[in-house]
């Protein structure tokens, strides 16, 4: 079965500085999908970046960006340029393409960032 | 585009009484998920539909969880009796396809406190 793990429980960085998240994930799939997602205090899930296991090139969203090593089954989240309204719970998420309808997102258990003025 | 509507926003039940959850996907969006997140841990998959019917429940309590999505629209999400351990924010959540690349679209959430 697959699974995703984040180790870093909470987080904390100055405003305007530079973080990184980690996540690694467990799967005998070769091709799927990685993705970033944030979660506010208001609840809602906010997609924030999204890689495909089968691009070797890393994927960047303005100040985010990831470093996905596939050997390693290693995917973290650089937040460059920090913002107060970065603060928010980080998920990895890992999704299948191996076929049929539900390739479910499979989550790791957050990571609480705190971000500084 | 309205985003995906949930309600109540919060509910608070004492065990062994029943609730029930709302969500209202975006327009169009024939993929639905339920997703159930307890304190401290990372959303699970409680039931997926496609349309009106089940894709994926194989994470659902059947013996006190159900759910339905009769016209392929607007879906209800029921707990009967409910159990402490059911305490935890239930998403719901919709895509526009099924496949792996589809993005899914979160609603806020409702907060369950089971007493």
């Known amino acids: 079965a697959q699974t995703v793990t984040q180790s870093q429980p909470e987080m904390s960085v100055q405003e305007a500085e530079t973080v990184t998240l980690s996540c690694t994930y467990d799967t005998s799939e070769s091709d799927y999908y990685l993705f970033w997602y944030k979660q506010p205090p208001s609840r809602q899930m906010i997609l924030v970046i999204r890689q495909e296991a089968y691009k070797q090139q890393n994927a960047t969203e303005n100040r985010f960006s990831v470093n996905f090593q596939k050997a390693a089954k290693s995917f973290s989240l650089k937040i460059s340029d920090s913002q107060l309204g970065d603060a928010a719970m980080y998920f990895c998420?890992?999704?299948?393409?191996?076929?049929?309808?539900?390739?479910?997102?499979?989550f790791g258990t957050g990571t609480l960032l705190a971000v500084q003025p | 585009e309205a985003g995906v509507a949930q309600s109540p926003r919060y509910k608070i039940i004492e065990k062994r009484q029943s609730v029930a959850f709302w969500c209202n996907p975006i327009?169009?969006?024939?993929?639905l998920y339920w997703y159930q997140q307890i304190l401290g841990q990372g959303p699970k998959l409680l039931i997926q539909?496609?349309?009106?019917?089940?894709?994926?429940d194989s994470q659902l309590p059947k013996d006190r969880f159900s759910a339905e999505r009769l016209k392929g629209v607007d879906s209800t999400l029921k707990i009967q009796p409910a159990k402490l351990e059911d305490s935890a924010v239930y998403l719901c959540?919709?895509?526009?396809?099924?496949?792996?690349?589809?993005?899914?679209?979160f609603g806020n959430g409702t907060r369950l406190t089971v007493t």
């Open positions: 327009s169009g969006h024939a993929t």
């Open positions: 539909f496609q349309n009106n019917g089940v894709v994926d």
């Open positions: 959540a919709s895509s526009g396809r099924t496949g792996t690349d589809s993005p899914l679209h």
């Open positions: 998420a890992y999704r299948g393409n191996y076929g049929g309808a539900t390739n479910k997102l499979i």
